[in-house]
């Protein structure tokens, strides 16, 4: 597997490899790599001849309130894994040079309306920071394709979003949720939960596909099926920040003419919050 820390040195890789008609994918991550990202190296190998991954915390995604210095970092085993299936190129880009003038005198990249609710009221400031890293990030790789997983899945549509609100000539793939046996999504923050906790949180997605049934059933009362929803995760202990229906496109809540919906739900476990979703084709 190569490694390339500069632009320089990354986008040579990539030129050799284009002048020998290589597509690539690329899979941008923040590291501590799991079986969920795994498989969007997978994805992205099945797709393309040559896979890179990079792996950087972005400070810009991490709100005040929030502890960029002590995000996991694990880049021995990382570079293990991503050795262990094949992955062509580790990008491991500098803060200095994707924010050579330092956070404040970057421009931003904003994308409207799908960042306005959900984790975006959550977390001010974060999809903001996303789009533009994953911007940065694209300019200097210039994929083919895009690997991003659905459990994040508003921030899969916000670059969804972004690559057709910019004419970005990048194919973004959303590769379904990675879960444990017991149907809890695969996540770094799983490793914060104990073991009472870890059995507790598959309920979150027992709920979600309890909901599904009763849509795809014919329920079309979104605002009981919340509330049942909620009322479900509380009582068995969960803080639930939000569980609601929505239009899978605009991530609007959903009317009953919708045919694609999703259900996003994020509930915290202690100091863990657990996001998760399921999508529902009403066709
Ligand atoms: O999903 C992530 O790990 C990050 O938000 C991403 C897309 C790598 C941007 O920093």
């Known amino acids: 597997m190569y490694q390339a820390t500069s632009v320089t040195e990354l986008q040579q890789y990539v030129q050799h490899w284009k002048d020998h008609d290589q597509s690539i994918a690329f899979i941008p ?24 991954c990079s792996i950087f915390v972005n400070p810009m995604q991490f709100g005040p309130n929030e502890d960029w210095d002590h ?17 062509d190129l580790v990008y491991l880009p500098t803060a200095s040079e994707l924010y050579p003038d330092g956070l404040d005198r970057i421009s931003q990249v904003q994308v ?18 996303v789009a533009t890293v994953v911007l940065k990030l694209f300019n200097i790789v210039k994929p083919d394709v895009s690997v991003f997983g659905k459990k994040d899945f508003q921030q899969y549509r ?5 690559v057709d609100d910019f004419n970005i000539d990048v194919q973004i793939i959303g590769q379904e949720t990675t879960r444990e046996a017991s149907g809890l999504a695969t996540s770094s923050r799983n ?58 496109e605009t991530l609007l ?10 259900i996003l739900v994020t509930a915290a476990l202690g100091q863990t919050r657990l996001l998760d979703n399921i999508e529902v084709s009403l066709w």
Do not use: W
């Open 191 to 248: 490793q914060y939960l104990d073991q009472a906790q870890t059995e507790k949180a598959a309920l979150i997605y027992r709920t979600l596909q309890q909901t599904a049934y009763q849509i795809d059933a014919g329920e079309r009362d979104f605002a009981k099926l919340q509330q049942t929803a909620v009322s479900v995760l509380d009582e068995a202990g969960f803080k639930t920040d939000y569980f609601t229906i929505c239009n899978a």
């Open 253 to 262: 809540p959903a009317t009953p003419e919708d045919r694609d919906l999703v």
């Open 29 to 52: 991550t923040m590291g501590n790599l799991h079986a969920g990202h795994m498989s969007l190296i997978e994805k992205g190998q099945s797709l393309c001849d040559r896979s890179i």
């Open 71 to 87: 995000y996991p970092r694990s880049l021995d085993r990382d570079l293990e894994l991503l050795k262990s299936i094949g992955c």
């Open 112 to 129: 409207t309306d799908l960042t306005d609710h959900y984790e975006g009221a959550h977390r001010p400031g974060h999809f903001t920071g």
């Open 158 to 162: 916000v670059i969804s979003k972004m």
